[in-house]
Nanobody, 127 residues
């Protein structure tokens, strides 16, 4: 079992920044990939970014490339999502997820590829 807890969401004006955190506990040594997804009202989960826990390799969705940055702190078992130049269309509930199966990052954009999910944190960007 892997437990994930997100934090750091909130309300911000367009152009502003937020940093989300995802703290992992439990069998974290079994985790190969951590991902961030988001879900806007009435829409499906949308892939944001993934990071390979072992070497820090990353893969971003085009919609956030250049604005969002994922990082990890192995000692704290925590993944961060720094979000800059936020836009109203970034408004969503953001979820972190953990995958226990090793695969290419480019194949880790589907929610079904992840084994554990956090409870989500709301990000609202006002125009």
């Amino acid at each position: 079992q892997v437990q994930l807890v997100e934090s750091g969401g909130g309300l911000v004006q367009a152009g502003g920044s937020l940093r989300l955190s995802c703290a992992a506990s439990g069998r974290t040594f079994s985790t190969y990939i951590m991902g961030w997804f988001r879900q806007a009202p009435g829409k499906d989960h949308e892939f944001v970014v993934a990071i390979r826990w072992s070497d820090g390799s990353t893969y971003y969705a085009d919609s956030v490339k250049g604005r969002f940055t994922i990082s990890r702190d192995n000692a704290k078992n925590t993944v961060y999502l720094q979000m800059n130049s936020l836009k109203p269309e970034d408004t969503a509930v953001y979820y972190c997820a953990a995958a226990l199966t090793a695969r290419a990052l480019a194949l880790s954009t589907y929610p079904g590829r992840y084994d554990y999910w956090g409870q989500g944190t709301q990000v609202t960007v006002s125009s």
